[in-house]
């Protein structure tokens, strides 16, 4: 079975770069720039790994990660942002991001993370 991925972020470029790349490398990858539609879509789907911004629209984040997990604790979840030193990040990981990754993302580091 091909491992899962979600990715939740508002950069319709960074979502297009996700979704091209990790589908060539033979992942499944669901992608959504709305951070209230996206916690509706990752409360729906079962995902290997969800990949959430910190700051969008609407949620932040760490929002968006406190509802998932509420519904979903056993959620694999990590941060992408172009600023780890955001106090939002140490909410989203109080929430229950189990890491950060900084923007833009390392391919090898998302495929060790799916692997795991």
Request: aromatic share 6%; with cysteine.
């Amino acid at each position: 079975m091909k491992k899962r991925i979600f990715l939740l972020d508002d950069d319709a470029l960074i979502l297009e770069s996700f979704e091209m790349i990790f589908s060539d490398l033979g992942l499944e990858v669901e992608t959504c720039g709305e951070s209230h539609l996206g916690v509706e879509k990752a409360l729906a789907s079962e995902f290997d790994l969800l990949i959430s911004d910190i700051r969008m629209p609407g949620l932040n984040g760490a929002q968006a990660i406190r509802a998932i997990k509420l519904r979903k604790p056993q959620a694999r979840i990590y941060i992408l942002t172009a600023y780890p030193g955001d106090p939002l990040v140490q909410a989203a990981l109080e929430a229950g991001a189990e890491g950060v990754m900084k923007k833009p993302f390392e391919i090898n580091k998302v495929l060790d993370l799916v692997g795991e």
